[in-house]
Nanobody, 115 residues
């Protein structure tokens, strides 16, 4: 059974930076597409960024140029480097891993950006 555990969330001032980490266990996820979603209070969960097994990345328009997604397959880790944070980035951030019908989620980590 795959488990994903996020860390690195917290409170930061606008303009600051945070680095989220997602540790995977239970199986190698090197061939999985992995990524980050976020959900703000009262809003639907939205896709933030993805990285494929071949390291191809995609970003939501709202974070393009500010966030960087990366993965370390040797360590079974996923990262999200967030810079120039804005109050509207405040949300619970979830990592996920997907391959075909296999879909796994982490429990989420809170990111709060104060103005």
């Amino acid at each position: 059974q795959v488990q994903l555990v996020e860390s690195g969330g917290g409170l930061v001032q606008a303009g600051g930076s945070l680095r989220l980490s997602c540790a995977a266990s239970g199986s190698s996820l090197s061939s999985y597409t992995m990524g980050w979603y976020r959900q703000a209070p009262g809003r639907q969960r939205e896709l933030v960024a993805t990285v494929g097994g071949g390291a191809r990345t995609n970003y939501a328009d709202s974070v393009e140029g500010r966030f960087t997604i990366s993965r370390d397959n040797a360590k079974n880790m996923l990262y999200l480097q967030m810079s120039s944070l804005k109050p509207e980035d405040t949300a619970v951030y979830y990592c996920y891993a997907n391959q075909g019908l296999r879909l796994y989620w982490g429990q989420g980590t809170q990111v709060t950006v104060s103005s």
